[in-house]
């Protein structure tokens, strides 16, 4: 059994930051790429970045520049920093990653997500 849990959102002014962190508990073998993804009300689910258990990153379009994601492999915890922030970030964003819990097994896991509030 594998748990991810987030932590990190909240209230925020357009222009400021927040810092999500995920970690990852549980029968872990290893870990594979671990994502970022966010939904606002009334949308589909958006992937906003990604990182590869190499370090390797990718980000929509729209958060190039302004968000960072980073990962601990020692740790088992993936973050996003989140820079100028602007009310279109609104979104509950949700941790995902590829985990093995067995040398044999890959299965994606989701956490419960973390409410973003930007206000203009």
């Known amino acids: 059994q594998v748990q991810l849990v987030e932590s990190g959102g909240g209230l925020v002014q357009a222009g400021g930051s927040l810092r999500l962190s995920c970690a990852a508990s549980?029968?872990?073998?290893?870990?594979?790429?671990m994502r970022w993804y966010r939904q606002a009300p009334g949308k589909q689910r958006e992937l906003v970045a990604g990182i590869t258990k190499s370090g390797t990153t990718r980000y929509t379009d729209s958060v190039k520049g302004r968000f960072t994601i980073s990962r601990d492999n020692a740790k088992n915890t993936v973050a996003l920093q989140m820079n100028s922030l602007k009310p279109e970030d609104t979104a509950v964003y949700y941790c995902?990653?590829?985990?093995?819990?067995?040398?044999?097994?890959?299965?994606?896991?989701w956490g419960q997500g973390t409410q973003v509030t930007v206000s203009s």
């Open positions: 995902n990653a590829d985990v093995m819990p067995s040398a044999i097994i890959l299965y994606s896991y």
């Open positions: 549980g029968n872990i073998f290893s870990i594979n790429d």
